[in-house]
């Protein structure tokens, strides 16, 4: 059984037809004495930031699959430079499997139990460049390397040097050569245009796939023209997920429609767009709303709140505002556009710190399951944000299964506060001002009382009550007082 599926819902709607005034007259919907509405497992993914596979797979049984999530996007898996920093993973020294996160053995072992679990593994892939190393070394797994000379992987005329800046580093992003041909931060480009280059990095993803992963973020794909892209996944398995992430640039030539024809991209726009109103309350602006300029189409789109770039960058609203933080990720999951990657990290002060590690230097397993206050009021430096065991977020995955393919309607504004109805499955609203707001939200709900599952968390219904608030739906409406700063969202299969 679909880990996340619970049992069908019977929802009464009760003897009398549910009416509405509707410009002066009334209508009234069909009596029908129950509806039922099965969910369906949400296509929502994790991204688990530097996480080590041992304690992924622990989180895959104990967290991720009870909490409805279908796949996890681990950090990249590759051999990389010995370096302290997080960054050290997008310095590929090689493709074998082999790093402070784990080893290969561990990586396998932690796509069958996640696999088990229901949650499928997506990989993250760096394969448009090696390291920005200007002297040899040699890598976690023990392969020495140079700039250019990866022995027994890639040669200096693998490697672009595009010849268009002083330093070959990319300067211009109004160029499409430079960003595709020259260096970024100074990081070994790799010739994706050559097929002995495609040739490798496909053995690369295959190797990954022989181990069970279901997919690839494609790490930097902005930086690798999509024809090149294409031709590295175009020998892989169908169904293989591709997840390009190419960062919407205003004025860039290169474009994250470029890339869908081959799979899904990150839309960075949907997080650019989603956090304002948080800060200044109007939700109403009409750019956001019609065919949502500058979106890829709802099916080719990765959606998210912040990611371990954005929460070092332009993320506004990121773990450090968990009431932000809730309200944000409950309008994504609320949403009916694109694929929700929710995202999980450690808290930092200095952006470039990596998570804690062991006197070994391997990344320290850290177990979300056994952390009991969550959000945290403050987490130390270094302390996993264990996003993926908030009873809001887990709340709102149970909605998303509930919500279905319902479109989301019309939304209502009141003041700071802010709400939209999912037609006939559920209704979630937000309040992201200072004073409590009352706000009044049609919808076609069936009357009755339901608990909101941001408060109350997964399973919120509990002896006849609830775990957390309750709401009321009757005469076609629900009335909702929000408290500041705090989500309400109650859902079909959260009827008393
Ligand atoms: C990405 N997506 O396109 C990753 O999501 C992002 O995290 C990566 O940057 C980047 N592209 C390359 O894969 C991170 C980090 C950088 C870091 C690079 C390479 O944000 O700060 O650059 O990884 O490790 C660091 C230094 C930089 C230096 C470079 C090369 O910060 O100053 O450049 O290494 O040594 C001289
Ligand atoms: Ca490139």
Redesign the pocket.
């Known amino acids: 059984m679909p880990h996340n599926v619970r049992a069908v819902v019977r929802a009464a709607v009760g003897a009398l037809a549910a009416c509405l005034v509707v410009g002066g007259l009334v209508a009234c919907s069909p009596t029908v004495e129950s509806v039922e509405v099965e969910p369906a497992p949400p296509d929502v993914g994790i991204q688990l930031f530097q996480l080590p596979w041992t304690a992924i797979a622990d989180e895959c049984e104990t967290t991720l699959g009870p909490n409805g999530f279908a796949w996890v996007l681990t950090s990249p898996p590759n051999e990389h430079i010995v370096r302290d920093e997080w960054?050290?993973s997008?310095?590929p020294v090689s493709h074998a499997i082999d790093s402070r996160l784990g080893s290969r053995e561990e990586f396998a072992d932690m796509v069958e139990r996640c696999d088990g679990a229901g949650v499928a593994v997506i990989a993250d892939a760096?394969v448009n460049?090696m390291?920005?190393?200007d002297t040899p070394g040699t890598g976690w797994a023990g392969s020495a390397y140079e700039h250019y000379e990866y022995p027994g992987l890639y040669t200096d005329a693998d490697f672009h040097h595009c010849g268009l800046t002083a330093d070959d580093d990319i300067q211009d992003y109004t160029s499409r050569e430079q960003v595709q041909t020259c260096e970024?931060?100074?990081?070994a480009d790799l010739d994706t245009a050559s097929p002995s280059v495609q040739a490798t990095i496909t053995a690369y993803l295959e190797d990954l796939l022989a181990l069970g992963v279901a997919g690839f973020r494609i790490?930097?794909a902005k930086?690798m023209a999509a024809d090149d892209v294409a031709a590295i996944v175009a020998p892989l398995p169908a169904g293989t997920r591709i997840m390009s992430?190419v960062?919407r640039g205003g004025g860039e030539p290169i474009t994250p429609e470029e890339y869908v024809g081959f799979g899904e991209v990150f839309e960075f726009t949907y997080a650019r767009d989603l956090t304002p109103p948080l800060q200044n309350g109007v939700f109403n602006d009409p750019e956001l709303d019609g065919d949502r300029p500058l979106h890829v189409p709802s099916d080719s789109a990765l959606v998210f709140v912040d990611n371990?770039?954005t929460e070092r960058g332009e993320a506004r609203v990121t773990y450090r505002d968990a009431a932000m933080y809730i309200i944000a990720n409950a309008l994504m999951l609320a949403d009916d556009y694109g694929t929700p990657v929710v995202y999980s990290g450690y808290a930092f002060s200095d952006r470039?710190a990596g998570a804690p590690t062991d006197s070994d230097g391997r990344v320290t397993p850290v177990s979300c399951a056994l952390e009991t206050d969550v959000p945290a009021d403050d987490y130390d430096d270094g302390a996993r944000t264990c996003v993926q065991t908030w009873p809001a977020v887990a709340g709102m995955l149970e909605f998303r299964a509930f919500a279905g393919d319902a479109p989301r309607l019309e939304g209502v504004d009141a003041g700071d506060a802010y709400g939209f109805e999912r037609e006939g499955r559920g209704v979630v609203a937000v309040n992201v001002g200072s004073e409590t707001q009352r706000i009044e939200i049609p919808t076609s709900l069936p009357s009755g009382k339901y608990c909101d599952v941001v408060s109350g968390g997964r399973d919120a219904v509990v002896d006849d009550g609830c775990r957390g608030e309750t709401y009321t739906v009757s005469d076609g409406t629900v009335r909702i007082d929000l408290a500041p700063q705090t989500a309400v969202a109650i859902h079909i299969g959260g009827r008393l």
């Open positions: 960054w050290a997008y310095q760096v460049h390291t920005g190393q970024l931060v100074n990081l790490d930097a930086h992430e960062i371990h770039d470039d």
